[in-house]
C-alpha cells in the first residue's frame, strides 16, 4: 500500500508539472534583430497597411548574397523555388480596405503575403500571395498567387534599416516602396476613389446618417464637386430638399442641374436658393462668384445683401472689395466709407481701411 501510494504521489506532481510548463507564459521582449513595424496610408477612403520586421544592413552584401538573385529552392518548408519574403522572420503582410488596382492588376479587398523577386539588371517582380499566414517564403505556393507583375527598381541612397513607405500620393493613388541598401522597390496602388466614396454614402445613409438632411446634402456635394455620379447625386439632394429646401441643398441641386446639361433650370433653382440665403450664405456666394472672375454678378450679389441688411458693416465692405476688384474705384471708397461709419468689427474695419489707402482715399 505504502508503495502503491507513493506512486500515485510521484505521478501527480509530474502531472502537475506538466501542466505548469503547459500553461506557463513568457513575458513580452523586444524583437532583437529585425523589429516589427507597420505602415499605413490612406487614399481617397481607402487604406493600405504594410506588416513586417525590419532587418540591417549591418555591412553585409545584400543583393545577390544574403538576398539571392531570382527564384531560389528553399532548404525547408515545401522545398519550393520562391521569391523573397520582402523583409524578415513571418511574411510581410499586405492589407487593403478595399478593391485596388496593383501595377494594373485587379486585386479584391484583403490580406496578402507581399513578396518580391530581384534581378541582376535591376528589375524584379511583385507578388501577392493569398496565404499570408505561413513563416517567410518556406511555405510559398505559386497556386496561391493572387497577382504577380514585373517592376522597375530604382537606385536611392543607403537605407540601413529596410524601411516601407508611400509616396508620390495622388486622390486615387500612391506608390509603396520597399527601400534597403540602395535599392527601391516601387509598387504602385490605385484606388477607385469616386465610385467607393460613392457606395460608401449609399452604405451609410441607411443608417443614422441618413436622418437629417445634411447627410444627403454632403453626399450629394460630393458627386458635385468630384464631377462623378451626377444622377445619384440627384437623387440625393432631393432628399436633402424634402427634408429641408435651402440655400445650401438649392445651389447643390443648381449646380447638379448645370453640371448635367440644364443651364436653365439650374439658374431657376439657384434664383430660389438665393431668395433663401442668410446674410453670410449670401456674401459667400458673391465670393465664391468673385474667385470665379464673375465680377458683375458678385456685386450684384453684395448689392442686394446691403439691400437685405444695410446696417451691416461687413456687407459694405464686401461690396467695396467687389467695386474694387472690378476697377470702379469711386462706388469702391463710397462703400468702405460707407462700411467705417458703421462701428464695423476690428477685422472689418482694418480691410476697409486697407483698401481706403490702397485706394488713396485715407
Request: glycine share 6%.
Amino acid at each position: 500500500m505504502l508503495k502503491l501510494s507513493a506512486i500515485r504521489i510521484v505521478f501527480v506532481l509530474c502531472t502537475a508539472l506538466a501542466s505548469t510548463i503547459v500553461t506557463a507564459q513568457t513575458i513580452t521582449t523586444p524583437r532583437i534583430p529585425s523589429p516589427a513595424a507597420e505602415v499605413q496610408q490612406t487614399i481617397g477612403i481607402s487604406t493600405v497597411s504594410v506588416k513586417y520586421s525590419r532587418p540591417s544592413v549591418k555591412g553585409r552584401e545584400v543583393w545577390g548574397k544574403l538576398v539571392p538573385y531570382g527564384w531560389n529552392v528553399q532548404q525547408f518548408g515545401a522545398g519550393n523555388s520562391a521569391p523573397w519574403r520582402a523583409g524578415a522572420n513571418e511574411n510581410t503582410v499586405l492589407t487593403l480596405s478595399h478593391d485596388a488596382t496593383i501595377e494594373g492588376h485587379k486585386v479584391p479587398a484583403g490580406s496578402y503575403g507581399l513578396f518580391f523577386v530581384i534581378n541582376e539588371n535591376n528589375t524584379g517582380e511583385v507578388i501577392l500571395s493569398k496565404d499570408y499566414r505561413s513563416w517567410g517564403s518556406f511555405f510559398y505556393d505559386p497556386k496561391q498567387d493572387e497577382m504577380r507583375a514585373n517592376i522597375q527598381l530604382r537606385d536611392i541612397a543607403n537605407t540601413e534599416l529596410l524601411t516601407y513607405d508611400f509616396i508620390n500620393t495622388t486622390k486615387n493613388s500612391a506608390e509603396l516602396t520597399l527601400n534597403w541598401e540602395k535599392k527601391q522597390f516601387p509598387v504602385k496602388i490605385e484606388f477607385d476613389v469616386d465610385n467607393i466614396v460613392i457606395e460608401n454614402a449609399a452604405a451609410e445613409l441607411k443608417g443614422p446618417i441618413g436622418f437629417n438632411w445634411q447627410g444627403f446634402s454632403s453626399a450629394a456635394n460630393y458627386a458635385l464637386q468630384n464631377k462623378t455620379n451626377y444622377e445619384q447625386g440627384m437623387k440625393w439632394i432631393d432628399q436633402a430638399i424634402a427634408q429641408n429646401s435651402n440655400f445650401t441643398t438649392l445651389s447643390i441641386k443648381s449646380g447638379l442641374l448645370i453640371a448635367s446639361g440644364k443651364t436653365a433650370e439650374g439658374d431657376k433653382v439657384m434664383n430660389d436658393a438665393v431668395a433663401a440665403a442668410t446674410e453670410n450664405e449670401l456674401n459667400l456666394y458673391g465670393y465664391q462668384l468673385l474667385n470665379q472672375n464673375q465680377q458683375d454678378k458678385a456685386i450684384q450679389m453684395f448689392i442686394l445683401n446691403t439691400q437685405r441688411h444695410p446696417t451691416s458693416a461687413n456687407v459694405w465692405d464686401s461690396l467695396g472689395e467687389g467695386y474694387a476688384l472690378k476697377g470702379d474705384k469711386k462706388n469702391a471708397i463710397a462703400s468702405f466709407k460707407k462700411s467705417l461709419s458703421m462701428n464695423p468689427a476690428p477685422n472689418v474695419k482694418a480691410n476697409s481701411e486697407k483698401y481706403l489707402k490702397q485706394l488713396g482715399a485715407l
